[in-house]
């Protein structure tokens, strides 16, 4: 291990092994590894769990070949038996980090650091770890009747009837006052509050007051409608010319939010880090969620996406890299919306090694070099591209993609029809029956 002269001063040691390590003369390493792609894929060689597998191209192959040829290493690699990334119980854990733990085997690929992990394994950082997002359906266009009242939010509206409402029993008592002081003409309710109505539809009446106070009143008044007026005309246009959506869900609150919805996610998941963070975390609405979700495999998830009231939670290039490969048209639209707001439950993912093993070091350092060079960061997404091209070309989905997924509405100029104003027709048949009310109760009363 070391040479030297007995009659010499004590040499330093910090070098010791540092040729071994630099070349691993063809040492014969034991690998554990789960599917996760583009970090980790590969295909099974047998149907018994724990047995050999065949790995295929992905980030954490790249750093193998790389690693192997620069250190002179050679590896035999299996899929972990139990299909688990590793969750403690009293300190002991399952999984791929069980065996680790166990020492079984030497290092794992893919997989993220806890503190209970680290408590037990080497941690080599290899690239940054994607988040979760929400997958559901795109949101689909509101109904064109419903335009009309859109403009203004529920409670502006109401607003602007307490205004009217108020603005008209002010004036009233203003001219109640007059009369009551100088003994002028007065004003009674009804009139003073129609025209309140009547000026807010740009259509006023003439002018009630005689005063100097209700011209007051009634000046400000018109100036508010003035605006108002401006307001929801012009945004009525806008409403009438792109017709408007149902809104994204983007967090877990908005899926709590939304009646009878379901959300679930797949087995694999809530085996690792994910399964900690839905099970110990505090906030009671991931609790909820966590509570109710659930298990189901990725094609039947994304199918129940499909047929709506249903969002599918998993990892945001997992799932992006199969809706591009199997839901995509020619154009690259897709039925499928992922939230632009993700939830970030890890650091990093990397590789775990082994306590003491003499190669982590240097491990360690090749993954930091890769990734400061840019190489890691390349990789990813050369992974990502190659993958969904073959998938593709495979599956020749260009051809089977759905017609609806190519229609592009928003692009071409809207000729509005009746369909768009169905509502001014509802409100004006709503305003003749209160009308016709009204008169048989005046001519009953009268």
Not at 58 to 65: E, G, K, P, Q
Not at 358 to 384: C, H, K, N
Not at 389 to 402: D, F
Request: contains cysteine.
């Amino acid at each position: 291990m070391y040479r030297g002269s007995i009659t010499s001063l004590v040499s330093h040691t910090e070098d010791l092994l540092q040729e071994q390590l630099s070349n691993l003369m063809g040492h014969k390493f034991r690998v554990v590894a789960l599917r996760h792609f583009p970090f980790m894929d590969y295909q099974t060689v047998t149907k018994e769990p724990g047995s050999a597998i065949i790995p295929t191209d992905c980030m954490d192959t790249r750093f193998l070949n790389i690693f192997s040829a620069k250190l002179n290493f050679t590896y035999y690699i299996y899929e972990q038996r139990e299909s688990q990334w590793g969750v403690p119980t009293d300190g002991v854990f399952d999984g791929m980090i069980g065996e680790l733990q166990r020492e079984e085997t030497d290092f794992c690929l893919i997989a993220a650091p806890t503190p209970e992990r680290l408590r037990v394994t080497e941690y080599a950082r290899a690239y940054p770890s994607t988040d979760l997002v929400i997958v559901s359906l795109k949101p689909t266009l509101l109904p064109e009747f419903w335009a009309f009242f859109r403009p203004f939010k529920g409670e502006l509206w109401l607003g602007l009837l307490v205004s009217v409402v108020v603005w008209g029993v002010t004036l009233w008592l203003l001219q109640r006052a007059w009369h009551w002081a100088s003994g002028g003409r007065g004003q009674d309710f009804i009139t003073a509050l129609m025209y309140g109505w009547g000026a807010l539809l740009q259509t006023p009446p003439s002018d009630p007051s005689v005063n100097v106070s209700g011209q007051v009143l009634v000046g400000w008044w018109l100036v508010f409608c003035l605006i108002i007026g401006t307001a929801f005309t012009s945004s009525l246009i806008a409403h009438l010319t792109v017709q408007e959506k149902s809104p994204t869900l983007e967090t877990f609150q908005d899926l709590l939010n939304q009646q009878n919805w379901k959300w679930g996610t797949e087995k694999w998941l809530l085996s690792g880090v994910p399964l900690e963070y839905f099970s110990r975390h505090f906030d009671p609405v991931v609790q909820q969620i966590y509570k109710k979700m659930q298990i189901l495999p990725v094609d039947e998830a994304l199918k129940n996406v499909a047929q709506g009231s249903f969002s599918f939670i998993t990892f945001k290039e997992y799932v992006s890299i199969i809706i591009a490969s199997r839901y995509a048209d020619s154009l690259g639209n897709t039925p499928f919306y992922i939230s632009k707001t993700s939830v970030s439950m890890m650091a990093a993912f990397g590789w775990c090694i082994r306590k003491g093993a003499p190669f982590y070091p240097r491990f360690s350092q090749l993954m930091r070099r890769l990734e400061d060079s840019g190489v890691t960061a390349y990789w990813r997404q050369d992974v990502i591209a190659r993958r969904v091209r073959e998938n593709r070309e495979t599956a020749a989905l260009q051809a089977m993609a759905p017609e609806i997924y190519t229609a592009n509405e928003d692009k071409r100029q809207v000729v509005l029809g009746l369909n768009h104003l169905k509502g001014a027709f509802y409100l004006l048949l709503v305003g003749c029956g209160v009308a016709f009310l009204i008169l048989v109760g005046e001519n009953l009363v009268h």
